[in-house]
């Protein structure tokens, strides 16, 4: 969810792993953010934060970790039935706080919840969006910059790297000194900039290869555009890896933007008048206008050429395996020569391809339409199309101020890591193939290769153990081939754009490592991953109020156990469902039980789609693209508490929380729900409704608690209230 830094690490996991929440905001649009302040758009800092974060993640968790395990626990006691331990006491001040008292639970459970969390909270105007895990998150980096701005006296060598990179950052002088000069010099790499030089035509042009220039964006700068090429696990053998070529990201969020107007062309016309100006070439309004017009014009079609999002969602029809010369003979386009794109990507590691060289492709009609729109472009627009991409990502979504800049040259790190979670994943795996006997809908067959797959998910928990260990060379190792200088921010960037690219591009000729990290441990997240039929807690997650052993039973099942329930479930949803138990895409399923999970799922794409939300300008939730995380929520929550009345089975009650006349069951959901508070400038509802996979944080509670019974029973809610309809969905 985290880090944009290219397929090679979180853009890949956009197809193939599942979060527990969206993606944070660490690489929101440096356009609006940088016009706004006065500066000028073109850094590539937004570009490289995010590498910049998965860098200091491994180094810095560890001296984190040390720091966090020194300081002093306190320790209380329970008086009677009331629990007035420190950790209880703030865990019912933290309850009290983020709860409307006023509001009826059984009306609007989200209001009743978080509504004290959504009256105290004002988002800050550096973000679009603040929620639990925003606040996390902020906590994290406060943490790292101070690990990152001690000496590096004695560091180990990856430790010291982490910290040149994070000076280097924060040089922000020497960054505006230098203003524009480095973009030029990297502009120049990938053939420079026709709108913005002089004489491109003249010199440029008679030897532009789009082959040549393609594979330079995406080896040297891990930026794909027009076609999306990068190397994965190969989904039918989940133990090698295999080239993908699927169609392009695209400029703006989603494809809608393109129809809906906006202020994108403005953009793009102001940052190509700025580069002109830079590289002292003649002011031509009109003309800069035009060409960037060609662009958008160009964009708009490559959007509209697109498969929405909605409608790629069965992996299992988007799978096409071909040779490079099958791939050659059913797209040529411009005679564009397949294999010489590919080969020139993989030989910046070294790595041969021929004709016969398998490929997936995932982009089967966008590459059919691809044709048609490419013929009827000059090269002058393709290239002023592919550097503008490389030049600026996406739009800001409703922040008014630019970010503290130490907050954008730290990452995120956590400092709570507790062995108590894998017995806590081992209860709710048991329930899960537990519940399995309830459904009606699965025949027994299915069932048994369901408990299968449950029981064969690995985990990995905080983060890997190698980076704590004094002797172990792994970590210097990891980052070897990086040299970092104080005072070139620009080029480390570049240096770890082409370091990300390459690193995935070598793993053709590897086989899976089934045990390696692919996420960062300070991330306030959790994935599921159904090539590798594994799910990851890191340790930024295990932290109040997910996770605390000073916390009573009923928080951390309600907290850190949804999740683990809603990642076990999303080995099972309209995705998961599709690969077995070792991670490949087979069909396991019976007809009977296959044609019921359909009729279950829909139950809940009505539903969801049924939700409108009036900060996103009444746009209603779309039941479809947000089918998996539903999904996996009902599940998760289900699981969560049907384990949580194991554990009160054989552990007995649990003393109650002070000030709180609650029962331990209602705390259950209460601190569910408090887990989503959370709030959205308008903006980026409009934006998000739109692209995010997971229903909005209201209705990811109000769903998941109206199709559980347990919750009505537990709050005495009266059946046709809202939060107990007389009809309920249920997958898992």
């Not at 071909?322 to 294999?339: D, S, V």
């Not at 960037?493 to 692919?518: F, M, P, T, Y």
Request: proline fraction near 3%; include cysteine.
């Amino acid at each position: 969810m985290e880090n944009e830094v290219g397929k090679s690490v979180d853009n890949q996991m956009d197809k193939y792993i599942v979060t527990i929440m969206g993606k944070s905001e660490s690489q929101m649009d440096i356009v609006e953010k940088s016009t706004k302040s006065g500066k000028k758009p073109w850094s590539f800092v937004a570009i490289g934060l995010a590498v910049l974060l998965l860098l200091m993640t491994c180094a810095a968790v560890a001296l984190v970790i040390l720091y966090a395990s020194s300081r002093g626990s306190h320790y209380g006691t329970n008086s009677g039935n009331i629990c007035t331990t420190p950790g209880c006491v703030t865990a019912a001040a933290r309850i009290i706080q983020n709860m409307d008292p006023t509001a009826d639970p059984c009306q609007d459970f989200y209001q009743y919840a978080c509504g004290g969390w959504l009256n105290r909270h004002v988002i800050p105007e550096t973000s679009s969006r603040y929620s639990i895990f925003d606040i996390l998150r902020d906590e994290l980096e406060i943490i790292l910059k101070g690990v990152l701005e001690t000496s590096d006296q004695g560091d180990r060598e990856a430790f010291q790297k982490a910290k040149i990179l994070y000076k280097s950052c924060m040089n922000e002088s020497l960054i505006e000194q230098r203003d524009s000069l480095p973009l030029l010099e990297a502009l120049k790499m990938v053939g420079d900039w026709p709108v913005a030089s002089a004489d491109w035509s003249k010199t440029k042009e008679p030897s532009w290869s789009m082959e040549e220039n393609l594979s330079i964006m995406n080896s040297r700068f891990n930026k794909r555009v027009l076609i999306d090429m990068f190397v994965w696990n190969d989904d039918r053998d989940s133990s090698r890896h295999i080239i993908y070529i699927d169609q392009p990201s695209l400029g703006m969020p989603s494809r809608d933007y393109y129809f809906n107007g906006g202020n994108y062309q403005r953009f793009m016309i102001t940052v190509a008048k700025m580069i002109r100006e830079d590289q002292n070439v003649s002011k031509d309004d009109s003309f800069v206008q035009e060409e960037m017009a060609k662009v958008m014009e160009l964009e708009t079609e490559i959007a509209n050429a697109t498969t929405p999002a909605e409608e790629r969602h069965d992996v299992t029809l988007l799978y096409n395996k071909m040779t490079l010369a099958e791939l050659q003979e059913k797209f040529a386009f411009n005679e564009f020569n397949w294999t010489f794109f590919i080969q020139r990507v993989m030989s910046s590691v070294s790595v041969q391809v021929d004709p016969e060289e398998e490929v997936v492709v995932y982009g089967m009609p966008y590459l059919q339409e691809l044709k048609a729109i490419i013929s009827k472009y000059s090269a002058s627009t393709i290239q002023n199309y592919l550097i503008w991409r490389l030049v600026i990502d996406r739009a800001l979504y409703g922040t008014t101020l630019e970010e503290a800049r130490w907050r954008e040259c730290v990452s995120y790190v956590n400092n709570n890591m507790e062995n108590a979670v894998r017995d806590l994943i081992e209860k709710i795996r048991e329930v899960f193939v537990e519940t399995l006997d309830e459904l009606q809908w699965m025949d027994e067959a299915s069932k048994e290769k369901a408990r299968e797959k449950a029981m064969a998910i690995k985990e990995q928990i905080g983060y890997p153990d190698y980076i704590l260990e004094d002797h172990n060379e792994k970590l210097d190792l990891e980052y070897a081939n990086l040299n970092f200088s104080e005072h070139n921010y620009f080029e480390n960037i570049l240096e770890n754009l082409r370091a990300g690219a390459q690193k995935s591009l070598k793993k053709l000729r590897e086989r899976v490592d089934q045990d390696v990290w692919i996420i960062g441990a300070a991330v306030v997240n959790a994935f599921y991953s159904p090539n590798r039929n594994q799910i990851v807690f890191p340790a930024g997650i295990l932290q109040p109020p997910f996770f605390s052993k000073h916390q009573p039973q009923a928080l951390n099942f309600g907290g850190i156990g949804m999740v683990i329930g809603h990642e076990i479930t999303h080995g099972f949803d309209d995705n998961g469902r599709n690969f077995d138990k070792d991670g490949n895409m087979l069909d396991w399923w019976s007809n009977f039980s296959a044609l019921h999970f359909k009729e279950q799922s829909l139950c809940m794409v009505h539903q969801y789609g049924n939700y409108t939300w009036e900060l996103a300008g009444g746009q209603n939730v779309s039941g479809i693209s947000t089918l998996g995380e539903n999904i996996a929520d009902n599940g998760g929550v289900r699981q969560a508490y049907k384990a949580y009345l194991k554990w009160l089975e054989q552990e007995g009650k649990e003393p109650k929380l002070p000030g709180l006349n609650m029962s331990h069951k209602q705390l259950f959901f209460l601190n569910f729900a408090q887990v989503w508070c959370g709030s959205y400038r308008p903006e980026y509802a409009s934006q998000s409704i739109k692209t995010d996979v997971h229903s909005p944080l209201k209705y990811r509670v109000m769903g998941s608690l109206q199709n559980f019974e347990a919750f009505s029973e537990v709050f005495h809610c009266k059946k046709g209230t809202a939060m107990h309809p007389a009809g309920k969905c249920r997958v898992w």
